[in-house]
C-alpha cells in the first residue's frame, strides 16, 4: 500500500510528492532596500525592465499608499559622453513639464552621490504595451 506521501500513476507506478498545502498562490516577498532622501519613496529588490541606460525597478510611494517606478540611471556609465548626459537631463525636464492624463507621470527626482544614481520616479504601469 502506498504511503500519503506517494500516490499511485495511472500506469501503477508510485511517485513520490506532497500535497499543496490549502493556501492561495502567495507573491514572493518583496524585500525594500533603498529609499529616497525624502523618505517618501522605497525602492524595492524588483527589476521591472532595463533599458541602454537606466533600470526601472517597483517602488512605493508612502504618502500616496501607490506603487510607482523608481528609474535608476548609473552616472558613471555617462561620464565619458556628454551627449548622452545631456540626453538624460533634457528627458528629466521634459517630463517634469508635461502634465497630461495620456502620458505617462513624473514624481521626482534626485542625484545619489554615494552611488553614483540619478534617480527618478515616475507612474507605474504593470500592463499593456505602447501599442495598445
Known sequence: MASPVEQATPAGDISSSR?????????????AVETDPTRRYT???VVLGRGAFKTVFKA???A????????????NDLANSP????????EIRV????????????????????????????ELFTSGTLRQ
Do not use: C
Not at 64 to 72: D, F, H, P, R
Open 19 to 31: 500535497a499543496a498545502p490549502d493556501t492561495p498562490d502567495v507573491e514572493p516577498e518583496v524585500r
Open 43 to 45: 525602492r524595492y529588490d
Open 60 to 62: 512605493f510611494d508612502e
Open 64 to 75: 500616496e499608499g501607490i506603487e510607482v517606478a523608481w528609474n535608476q540611471v548609473k552616472v
Open 83 to 90: 551627449a548622452e548626459r545631456e540626453r538624460l537631463f533634457a
Open 95 to 122: 517630463l517634469k513639464q508635461l502634465k497630461h492624463k495620456n502620458i505617462m507621470t513624473f514624481y521626482d527626482s534626485w542625484l545619489d552621490q554615494k552611488n553614483l544614481t540619478i534617480n527618478f520616479i515616475t
